[in-house]
């Protein structure tokens, strides 16, 4: 009998974290301090906040010397349903906005290609690198208005993104 109830148990475990939301209604705050981009990071349950977007990242293919510093996602308060997601990146060298432009255009393609994008209301990807005197990051604000497939042009979609360096 007791056997019998391990066995169920993990399927059941395994189904409440595949239907569990983001549990916070508000956006997180951004890191207070800048993270340093040295050393290896392990992209998981550490740095991953939210079943589906971990699931999400650990299919994502970033440049190789791209590194994910954290990831979180929240309750939509402007849309019923849908998730705000919110993606910390540590590029290489000297990164810059033009650096991290690329990188994040190339996850808006694959977040759309995405079931999770069909629920993604805002995408915002910084760049949290410590050289940089604070966060350098992008923002969509209506992720679900933008194709983010390539049209009309690469250029077109670095124009889609709000700029922001504070």
Not at 65 to 84: E, Q, Y
Not at 129 to 140: I, M, Q, S
């Amino acid at each position: 009998m007791r056997r019998a109830t391990a066995l169920i148990s993990i399927p059941v475990a395994t189904l409440i974290a595949a239907c569990q939301t983001p549990d916070d209604t508000t956006p997180p705050e951004p890191p207070q301090t800048v993270l340093a981009c040295q050393g290896k990071f392990v992209t998981g349950p550490q740095t991953i906040a939210g079943f589906d977007l971990s699931k999400f990242m650990q299919r994502t293919r970033l440049p190789p010397d791209v590194r994910i510093a954290a990831g979180r996602s929240a309750v939509s308060p402007d849309r019923p349903g849908a998730v705000d997601l919110y993606l910390d990146l540590c590029l290489p060298g000297t990164a810059t906005m033009n650096d991290l432009l690329p990188v994040a255009t190339d996850l808006a393609h694959d977040l759309k290609a995405d079931e999770l994008g069909s629920r993604t209301a805002t995408l915002t990807i910084a760049c949290v690198c410590a050289h940089l005197p604070g966060r350098t990051e992008v923002r969509d604000e209506d992720f679900l208005a933008h194709p983010w497939n390539g049209t009309p042009s690469r250029d077109a979609e670095y124009l889609t993104w709000t700029r922001s360096d504070s």
